[in-house]
């Protein structure tokens, strides 16, 4: 894979962009804002990863980015949108177009910032700050930028809470980025669905009286194998994968209830559903098979549905970053199965957006796992922090300049099927 990858890479052809974006001087005072602010933002990258905070716990972490802001000039509300650890804050003169920047800031249990969030949060935060000054300047474009900090992405689904509760609503685009072992414009994330099965049987005397019970052990054994057979005859793209999560209390006793807990992931919304159904069958086809009873619950936390990229401007991006030195890769070089889920995905199901991931790490170096952890914490996630964040406002900057830009941009969310209703999504056939 590595040898593949490597090979693809080198024929990659640059991509481009036909848009002209924002003019020379714009794009000049933001990434000289960017180049000033350079040492706050090292330093609130370096604090949010010394300091990592998990799942809607981020207190430390939000107050840490409204502080950057306030020592600039910029007031943000901290516990917005049904979330305590959720940021706000605003620039612009409320005329035109909407952007909205987006900031993670959590942790993983265990392991710290192995995901770089920190990279994402203060990349975001710098991007905001140089677009306020942009917009507070001469020849400042008509808009309004906003900057959301999104709690809870390692698998609470903060952004669609903040979502359901109008944090998007009347914005036109939404940024951010990811880092990652390569820089790639439009890499697939998969969406994800979890399902908690519980069966409920009848306990017996395991040695005296089996016959009269009915074991919820061998119902949960019967649908993990069931699951098992149906990876078989998966797109390569889905995933399933489970664990018992409550598998009796006694040898001698017929377990009277267990259950188990699965997670599925698939590329598209559509492939999701399909999905969710064939493990259903198979679930509920367990309980029949073992004279059980069972209980099904659905995304006790929101659903992650799959990213839809904004091509057309993560192609500004990708311009953007070969003036920082990087070169993107444009989607396929870099094997597709080497992806997991993101709450974005929601939020690009609304609006036009982008997830760009940003190379911090060697190629190989596994999300999730020390290595990257030290890499978000080191010489190269602070070199992202600065190319992201310059990145980020200079995509922002040219869709308040560049009329034609943005009508590319909404006609390509149209054709790829305009904003989906994400909370009933799968209540339909």
């Known amino acids: 894979m590595a040898r593949e990858t490597a090979r693809r890479a080198a024929a990659a052809e640059p991509i481009t962009s036909p848009h002209d974006g924002a003019p020379a001087p714009a794009r000049a005072r933001v990434t000289a804002a960017v180049d000033e602010l350079a040492g706050d933002l090292r330093d609130l990258s370096h604090d949010l990863h010394a300091h ?100 809870a992405e390692e698998g609470g689904g903060g952004k669609e809470t903040m979502a359901r509760d109008g944090a ?3 914005v036109d685009a ?17 969406g994800r669905r979890q399902l908690e099965v519980t069966y409920h049987g009848v306990a017996a005397h395991a040695a005296a009286q089996p016959h009269m019970g009915r074991n919820a052990l061998d119902a949960v054994v019967m649908g993990y194998q069931g699951v098992a057979m149906l990876r078989q005859h998966l797109p390569g793209t889905d995933r399933v994968h489970g664990i018992v999560v409550d598998g009796g209390q006694a040898p001698n006793v017929v377990p009277e209830r267990a259950a188990a807990r699965y997670y599925l992931r698939s590329p598209d919304p559509e492939t999701l559903r399909d999905l969710t159904d064939r493990v259903q ?46 070169r993107v890769l444009p989607r396929g070089v870099v094997p597709e199965t080497e992806t997991g889920s993101t709450d974005l995905g929601n939020v690009s199901l609304r609006v036009p957006s982008i997830h760009p991931m940003i190379g911090i790490a060697e190629p190989g170096t596994a999300l999730h796992t020390t290595g990257f952890a030290e890499a978000a914490g080191g010489p190269a996630g602070d ?47």
């Open 281 to 326: 069958a198979i679930a509920v086809a367990a309980a029949a098979m073992t004279g059980c009873g069972y209980t099904l619950q659905w995304d006790p936390k929101p659903a992650y549905l799959p990213i839809r990229h904004n091509r057309t401007l993560a192609a500004r991006w990708a311009v953007h970053q070969e003036g920082r030195g990087r």
């Open 174 to 190: 939404a940024v951010m980025l990811h880092p990652f072992a390569h820089d790639i414009a439009d890499h697939p994330f998969l």
């Open 52 to 151: 990592p905070e998990t799942t809607f716990t981020e207190h430390r972490s939000a107050a840490a980015l409204a502080g950057l802001l306030a020592r600039h000039g910029i007031t943000a509300e901290v516990g917005v949108h049904g979330l305590e650890t959720a940021l706000r804050a605003r620039a612009g003169n409320g005329r035109g177009p909407t952007v909205a920047v987006l900031a993670e800031y959590d942790a993983l249990p265990g392991i710290g910032h192995a995901c770089g969030h920190n990279v994402i949060g203060t990349a975001a935060t710098g991007a905001f700050l140089a677009l306020a000054r942009l917009l507070a300047g001469p020849d400042a474009p008509d808009g309004t930028v906003l900057l959301l900090g999104t709690p």
């Open 383 to 429: 070199r992202a922090v600065l190319d992201g964040a310059a990145g980020l406002a200079l995509v922002v900057a040219d869709l308040l300049h560049d009329d034609g830009l943005r009508a590319a941009v909404a006609a390509e969310f149209a054709e790829a099927g305009g904003p989906v209703d994400v909370p009933s999504y799968f209540d339909g056939p």
């Open 168 to 170: 998007f609503d009347g």
